[in-house]
């Protein structure tokens, strides 16, 4: 049997059981445990499931409530990750700022920084830092309006994203795991985030300690697209083991 046949019915064993261990699969297959091993990489390099100590389990990925539901959760993690942004970003820079809470968040800190150029889809944002005092430039980006985080998005907010290059892409996401990387539970919001982030000198993930070992549907990034990760708590297990292999810079 091809191994992508055998890794699809992997799959289908995993997603049915829950979960499945390498001797079982190996029996089933009458294949080395090695072989069966070598699928499971495979398959939890593409965020399919999840690779454990012998054997995978089907991944729960992780979802989003409405705007207003998540403006107020962990809010003294999105504090903590904004003070700690604020002390990195010099005046005069220019930076991308995608839409969510902890950007948001950041934007009231940010706001006090003199000279900033801005560009941005969240329209909470724009209005955020140019209602500061640090006399922020924005640059509002358009596109198709999605009326609950009042931002653009699709093909044209794309589009104008790669008229600028940025000093930094500042990117809040969903969930951040040690082999899927960094993702977000909105196909257009990840297609937003992938924009900024190729048009930009540093890449800088935000995500609070809640998001850590987790998963989403649509990838921004992988671990070794990202500069610095901000956070509220130092992450540790697999994924601290992960951002240190990718070079990624940990800031909390």
């Known amino acids: 049997m091809k191994p992508r046949n055998r890794q699809a019915i992997i799959l289908e064993i995993v997603a049915t059981d829950g979960e499945a261990s390498v001797d079982a699969l190996a029996a089933r297959f009458d294949v080395s445990a090695e072989t069966i091993r070598r699928d499971l990489r495979d398959l939890a390099s593409t965020g399919a499931l999840y690779k454990v100590q012998g054997g995978a389990r089907r991944i729960r990925l992780s979802t989003e409530g409405s705007f207003e539901e998540r403006r107020f959760e962990q809010a003294e993690a999105k504090a903590a990750i904004a003070r700690t942004l604020s002390d990195m970003i010099e005046p005069g820079e220019k930076i991308f700022l995608d839409t969510g809470t902890t950007t948001l968040a950041c934007a009231e800190e940010l706001a006090q920084i003199d000279g900033l150029t801005v560009v941005t889809n969240s329209f909470r944002i724009a209005n955020r ?112 083991r992960a951002l240190e292999r990718a070079g990624v810079e940990v800031r909390c």
């Open 129 to 240: 830092m140019g209602s500061g005092p640090g006399k922020t430039r924005i640059h509002a980006i358009g596109g198709a309006w999605a009326a609950d985080n009042a931002e653009t998005v699709g093909p044209m907010a794309i589009g104008q994203i790669a008229a600028f290059q940025a000093d930094r892409a500042i990117v809040g996401v969903a969930a951040l795991d040690a082999e899927a990387g960094a993702m977000d539970a909105d196909f257009d919001e990840a297609q937003v985030a992938q924009a900024m982030i190729g048009h930009a000198n540093q890449v800088i993930i935000l995500a609070h300690s809640e998001k850590f070992d987790r998963r989403a549907a649509f990838r921004v990034c992988r671990l070794a697209d990202i500069d610095v990760l901000v956070c509220d708590k130092q992450p540790d297990g697999d994924l601290a």
